[in-house]
């Protein structure tokens, strides 16, 4: 019976693109090294296989293929902190370009695939100053991590139209919601301030470091408007080849989601606050018409979206 591969499935956006296919009756199987993923992530559900692996090693994708038959590829694994790869490019190239090479020569060997969504980032436009970030922006990746996920994409829409593998890519914009580790060194800021005003409410002493002025914007989207992004570009045929950015096309400075949790919260969080950082950009959000025309339309709102994360962070 033909499966659904989640390559980093035990981690955050994986999880919730597992649980989802579950719920929709398919035979799911997971690969994760489990580095920043973890079980706890995932359901208990008969339909779910769980291999514990690494994505860089090529024997690791062989045997995988080997046991198992795939009609659907979800790429989410990666080494996701842009510092890791500053300190470790060779380490990080391995497993975020080399694996993504080996996955898609297998599926090439395989098959009769349906779809192979590969997870890419927002951080391929770099700081080229242009907004909104369309897909046509100029690519200006400025660290190893941005680097390797432009060749992955590149690789996946040449293996579309070298091989006539049905492939498209996805651009995440800042995705926040729940399984999100805030100890983790790349987490995003929403995870991080969720656990700030976790402790504000314990009545634990706390601040936050802001730095600059709090003006800085970016294209926040909840987890599950990702998910939905991810299955919809998996359906649709008009989706093959191409690449898609997947955020909610609006931007949200730091300064409205502090006040946003305040609110929520009903607590007043105090600021550090520093100077910018170099190199930290300012403002970044998405054009998402691409998206939009497949029948994309963000389903939460930045306040809903954080409104549901709290909820479930303190349940």
């Known amino acids: 019976m033909s499966k659904i591969l989640v390559t980093g499935g ?8 597992v649980e989802e ?13 489990f580095s920043m993923g973890s079980m706890d992530n995932l359901p208990k559900d008969d339909k779910l296989t769980v291999v514990e692996g690494d994505i860089s090693s090529k024997e690791t994708i062989e045997k995988l293929f080997q046991q198992h038959q795939f009609k659907k590829i979800f790429h989410l694994g990666a080494i996701a902190s842009v510092a890791a790869s500053v300190e470790d490019p060779l380490h990080t190239h391995q497993t975020n370009l080399e694996a993504t090479l080996y996955l898609l020569e297998e ?8 779809r192979f969504v590969f997870a890419s980032s927002a951080a391929v436009y770099g700081d080229e100053p242009t907004l909104p970030k369309k897909e046509t922006s100029t690519i200006r990746p400025l660290t190893p991590y941005a680097i390797d996920k432009f060749a992955s994409e590149q690789y996946v829409l040449a293996f579309s139209r070298l091989y006539d593998i049905p492939t498209t890519a996805v651009r995440f914009f800042n995705v926040f919601g729940n399984r999100q580790n805030p100890s983790s060194p790349y987490s995003g800021v929403v995870s991080i301030l969720t656990d700030k005003f976790k402790q504000l409410v314990n009545n634990e002493e706390t601040n936050f470091t802001l730095y600059g002025d ?7 989207i909840y987890v ?20 898609f950015n997947v955020g909610t096309g609006e931007s949200t400075s730091l300064n409205e989601l502090i006040g946003m949790y305040e609110e929520i919260t009903n607590t007043k969080l105090p600021i550090k606050q520093l100077e910018e950082r170099s190199g ?19 389903k939460f709102s930045m306040g809903e979206g954080l409104l549901e994360y709290w909820n479930k962070e303190n349940d």
């Open 10 to 17: 035990a981690g955050f956006i994986g999880s919730h693109i």
């Open 21 to 33: 296919l579950l719920k929709n009756n398919e035979q799911v199987v997971v690969i994760d090294n």
């Open 107 to 114: 599926t090439r060997k395989q098959g009769g695939l349906e």
């Open 214 to 220: 709090g003006e800085q914007t970016r294209d926040f």
């Open 224 to 243: 599950k408007d990702v998910v939905q992004a991810n299955l919809l570009v998996s359906e649709s045929r008009e989706a093959i080849g191409k690449v």
């Open 280 to 298: 930290d950009i300012k403002e970044s959000y998405s054009d998402i018409s691409e998206l939009k025309s497949l029948g994309f339309e963000p």
